[in-house]
């Protein structure tokens, strides 16, 4: 989402997921709702969600700003970083 310019809107279910979707709402790229959110705050944080302006614009800008690490190829990354932990 980040490299896409997109703002995210989340509904963590691990832990993992959750922090980064506190983190993603704490940059202004987004938002999340929990699992027990009720139906107001579902709409509420919704409909924020999909008029706000500055969610868009801080998402283009994380776009430009981390555009470099869509032309790193990660499978190549993932890869290389196994091997070298095999090799040690």
Not at 14 to 33: A, C, K, L, M
Not at 35 to 59: G, L, P, V, W, Y
Not at 65 to 82: K, P
Request: negative net charge; aromatic residues 10%; charged residues 25%.
């Amino acid at each position: 989402m980040v490299l896409a310019g997109k703002p995210a809107f989340t509904l963590p279910t691990q832990i993992e997921q959750t922090f980064n979707s506190y983190r993603i709402r704490e940059v202004g790229n987004g938002d999340w709702i929990g699992r027990k959110s009720d139906n107001s705050e579902i709409q509420q944080r919704f409909q924020n969600f999909m008029t706000s302006d500055t969610m868009a614009q801080r998402a283009n800008a994380l776009a430009e700003e981390n555009a470099e690490f869509g032309e790193v190829s990660f499978v190549e990354t993932v890869c290389d970083g196994i091997e070298g932990v095999v090799r040690h």
